[in-house]
């Protein structure tokens, strides 16, 4: 069992930046990516960036590349969303998710077996 746990998340003006985290505990040793998700109000979940704990490759949506940076670091078993120049349509609840099986579709959220309880993000005009 794989417990994932986010923080990071608050309210920013348009243009602003946050810190995403979400810290992995129980059984990591498995885990083969780790992926970003939100989920805005009346819409379906979305996926944001995605990272292999193996070699570090990642993916993201073409709505946030050049803004956000996934990254990890193994030794802490977490993850972390960098999201620069913040925009409106960003506002959205972010999910940390994992999987022990390598998927086609790593923004796909439901290859994705373990999931965090979501931090909000808010993004003020």
């Known amino acids: 069992l794989v417990r994932l746990v986010e923080s990071g998340g608050g309210s920013v003006q348009a243009g602003g930046s946050l810190r995403l985290s979400c810290v992995a505990s129980?059984?990591?040793?498995?885990?083969?990516?780790m992926g970003w998700f939100r989920q805005a109000p009346g819409k379906e979940r979305e996926g944001v960036a995605a990272?292999?704990?193996?070699?570090?490759?990642?993916y993201y949506a073409d709505s946030v590349k050049g803004r956000f940076t996934i990254s990890r670091d193994n030794a802490k078993k977490e993850v972390y969303l960098e999201m620069n120049n913040l925009k409106y349509e960003d506002a959205a609840v972010y999910y940390c998710?994992?999987?022990?099986?390598?998927?086609?579709?790593?923004?796909?959220?439901?290859?994705?077996?373990?999931w965090g309880q979501g931090t909000p993000v808010t993004v003020s005009s």
């Open positions: 998710a994992a999987d022990t099986v390598y998927p086609i579709s790593p923004l796909t959220p439901h290859v994705y077996t373990y």
């Open positions: 129980g059984n990591t040793y498995p885990i083969v990516i």
């Open positions: 990272i292999y704990t193996g070699d570090f490759t990642t």
